[in-house]
């Protein structure tokens, strides 16, 4: 897991993330209405690794930490992640979620869609107390989010390439919230210009690097590895780098994935074991390998520090994780 060198620094993120989880349940919580409260509950109950807050807290060294609004920044964030997840869990019929069962099934896909919509409700609640700059890059982060979404669900453009249309869609519906939470902290922080810049550049190829071992996770775990369901991708039709790559060189895996969603199950599992040993996987991790590498050099780019240090390994741990 994250290593933090720096004992200093380990125990101020450590107080910073267990003040996190706490606004984060109130904020999406607070609702007059039981259901509303209970159903927005229970996937932040559920776990997720919070990846984006403790990015907003690590960017928000590079300034000054304490700041209030940096707090403000990680919840806000991890309540756009969350809110996203419950539609998508609803566009994508995953069945699991953080290991349990995704909130439409535990309550229906109208109240899994209005969850999230409470969530970004709660987000923008809490947004307002934000600096205009740090508002706008929200807002904007935002419509990247969406705008990846709508581009997954709507496919290439004519005469665009597949692959070139995934990595478009992975840098919008990913890396577009990666990169906010670590400028966010820098901005919330009041950290320089290049360095927020810098932050930025690190957080895009960062998230971009961490969609596409999403992808390769997808393929690669056991059930439930991941807290979801091997093979989930397959099963939606969501074509991911490495089925993109097995695709352009067709044979048999070509010719299953060519037809769309996988729903036979026994198609899914030869089309997985295909897969598991295809050179489209070895591309795509030699592809997460390559975003890690311009996630480093971005992060050489800041100032050298206690921070600077997380940042940076971070890019392996990324590319090497495995669930
Ligand atoms: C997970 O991808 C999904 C995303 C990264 C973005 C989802 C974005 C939306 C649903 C846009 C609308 C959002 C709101 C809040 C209005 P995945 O399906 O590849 O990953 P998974 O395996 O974790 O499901
Ligand atoms: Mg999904
Ligand atoms: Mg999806």
Redesign the pocket.
């Known amino acids: 897991q994250l290593v933090v060198p720096d004992p200093e620094l380990a125990e101020r993120l450590r107080k910073g993330m267990a003040e996190v989880e706490t606004r984060l349940r109130e904020t999406a919580t607070d609702s007059p209405d039981p259901l509303i409260g209970q159903a927005a509950g229970y996937l932040l109950d559920a776990g997720g690794k919070r990846w984006r807050p403790l990015l907003v807290l690590l960017g928000a060294q590079f300034g000054d930490p304490e700041r209030a609004s940096v707090l403000d920044a990680a919840v806000v964030v991890e309540l756009?992640h969350a809110?996203?997840?419950?539609?998508?869990?609803v566009?994508?019929e995953?069945p699991l979620?953080h290991g349990v069962p995704s909130a439409h099934l535990r309550w229906n896909n109208k109240i899994a869609i209005l969850v999230?919509?409470h969530?970004?409700a709660r987000g923008a609640t809490l947004s307002v107390d934000l600096d205009e700059a740090a508002r706008r890059m929200q807002a904007q982060a935002?419509e990247r989010?969406?705008r990846?979404?709508v581009r997954e669900v709507a496919g290439p453009r004519p005469g665009q390439d597949p692959v070139e249309h995934h990595l478009e869609v992975v840098g919008d519906?990913?890396a577009s919230?990666i990169a906010l939470a670590v400028r966010l902290g820098g901005i919330c922080a009041g950290a320089d210009a290049a360095t927020v810049a810098a932050l930025g550049e690190y957080g895009e190829a960062l998230g971009v690097a961490f969609?596409l071992s999403?992808?390769v996770i997808?393929i690669v775990s056991g059930a439930d590895r991941a807290g979801?369901a091997a093979g989930?991708?397959l099963r939606a039709g969501?074509m991911t780098l490495p089925a993109l790559l097995a695709v352009r060189e067709g044979g048999r895996l070509g010719e299953i994935l060519a037809t769309g969603p996988v729903e036979d199950a026994d198609l899914r599992a030869e089309a997985l074991a295909l897969l598991r040993s295809s050179p489209g996987l070895a591309a795509a991790r030699a592809e997460v390998a390559r975003y890690a590498g311009r996630a480093r050099a971005a992060a050489l780019r800041l100032p050298d520090g206690p921070a600077r240090r997380v940042l940076e390994p971070l890019c392996d741990l990324v590319a090497s994780r495995s669930s």
């Open positions: 756009i809110a996203s997840l419950h539609h998508d869990d566009m994508d995953a979620r999230g919509d969530l970004v935002f989010l969406v990846g979404q519906k990913s919230l969609q999403d992808d997808d979801k989930t991708d969501v």
